[in-house]
């Protein structure tokens, strides 16, 4: 987009601005207006923003030039001539997005609208710095094939996204904490760009997560929420006024630290009562082949004498921890995720919904708990939303 400035840039502002000076924030506002809203006409456009018609009609036809935005089908009204929506153009922008895990990591390539254009995963005992760059640097390379040239032109960047504590033992076993100082020194931005031209933007995995369901799911109808996300371990974030918040130390969102009561009545964080980590650790005490759980398309159905236990005790936990959240912050709603199949995270929405109405909320108004839209591949799809919102769109 040429001279755009960098998304830090007027963040808070709603309203576009007549002066030259400007110019790429006003840009930036009407792509993110119709990126969020979807196709409108220059009209609708300068009225939500309050800015001249001229000036829409100028910006709209530049951002069409560069290849951003497209036309739609004119609308005919009552009286005058048609409407004519523009759109945003897919291939306007494309990405990568990368979600490192404790068991798995997750590849999609995206385009400028959210559609995830392809998409692939490792699964591994533990990470290791070989394992990803390898990992990315193949996944890289076949998806790419899948481009035309003109689409090739317009890759813009790579996200990565990690948890803060990725190099946390599981199993009990200290094979992740092991294989720590092979990742002392490394730079996974300098590594990266061994093997590709594109900018890294590197973001916390609950951040990420709860970015894209800000920009392509719930965040759309819900302007205040606290997000929740159950992977290997419990992540989590926070959006305001359509905003998702880190906070200046970055520790907005850590809703797993949130101290609960667990099921036998001791103190607890909500991590440690609710991850699927703890399911995966009774699948394998069962004697069962956990690994499966993790392979795409993800089918849970033999661990269904086990989902029970592990589903009422992440519900009692989280329950306790939106009453603990609303009770600081009057979010609007609870959202939850996993890397879990859709059926197990409709299962324990209802329960958190079912606890959580059993508890007391003396002058608390509940939350209402939804259902998640964007799914297990949140993470990854933050991550690649993490180049495209820092070129183009405004937070």
Not at 93 to 121: E, N, P
Not at 122 to 149: C, E, H, N, V, W
Not at 363 to 375: F, H, M, Q, S
Not at 383 to 390: G, K, L, T
Request: proline share 5%; with cysteine.
């Amino acid at each position: 987009m040429g001279d755009l400035m960098e998304a830090g840039d007027f963040i808070g502002q709603r309203l576009g601005v007549n002066h030259t000076g400007v110019r790429a924030h006003n840009e930036r506002l009407v792509l993110s207006l119709i990126h969020r809203d979807g196709a409108l006409p220059g009209a609708e456009i300068a009225k939500r923003i309050d800015l001249s018609a001229q000036t829409v009609s100028t910006i709209l036809r530049k951002l069409e030039t560069d290849g951003f935005l497209l036309r739609g089908t004119p609308q005919r009204g009552r009286v005058g001539k048609p409407s004519l929506p523009m759109g945003i153009n897919p291939d306007g922008a494309i990405s990568f997005g990368l979600k490192i895990g404790h068991r798995t990591s997750d590849l999609v390539m995206m385009a400028l609208d959210g559609q995830v254009l392809a998409q692939g995963q490792s699964t591994y005992a533990a990470p290791t710095p070989q394992l990803i760059l390898q990992f990315l640097r193949d996944g890289i390379a076949k998806m790419s094939q899948q481009l035309s040239p003109a689409q090739r032109q317009r890759l813009c960047g790579i996200g990565i996204t990690a948890p803060l504590d990725l190099w946390r033992a599981v199993d009990n076993q200290p094979l992740a904490a092991a294989r720590f100082p092979e990742w002392v020194g490394c730079q996974l931005i300098d590594d990266v760009a061994r093997f590709s031209p594109l900018p890294v933007s590197l973001i916390n995995d609950g951040t990420a997560a709860c970015c894209a369901e800000q920009n392509y799911g719930r965040g759309r109808e819900v302007a205040d929420f606290a997000y929740v996300f159950l992977g290997s371990f419990l992540t989590g974030g926070i959006s305001l006024n359509g905003t998702v918040v880190e906070g200046n130390r970055h520790n907005a969102g850590m809703l797993g630290a949130l101290r609960i009561l667990s099921t036998q009545g001791t103190l607890a964080t909500l991590r440690d009562e609710a991850s699927i980590f703890l399911l995966e650790a009774a699948i394998r005490s069962n004697g069962m082949d956990a690994g499966a759980m993790w392979q795409m398309p993800q089918d849970w159905t033999p661990y269904d004498t086990l989902l029970g236990p592990w589903l009422d005790r992440s519900a009692h936990a989280i329950a306790q921890a939106a009453r603990e959240s609303c009770a600081v912050v009057d979010f609007q709603a609870i959202v939850i995720d996993g890397a879990f199949p859709e059926e197990v995270r409709a299962e324990l929405v209802r329960q958190v919904r079912e606890k959580l109405a059993a508890l007391d909320m003396n002058g608390l108004l509940p939350p209402d708990v939804l259902e998640a839209r964007t799914g297990h591949n949140a993470r990854a799809i933050g991550a690649a939303a993490a180049p495209i919102f820092s070129r183009f769109f405004l937070n």
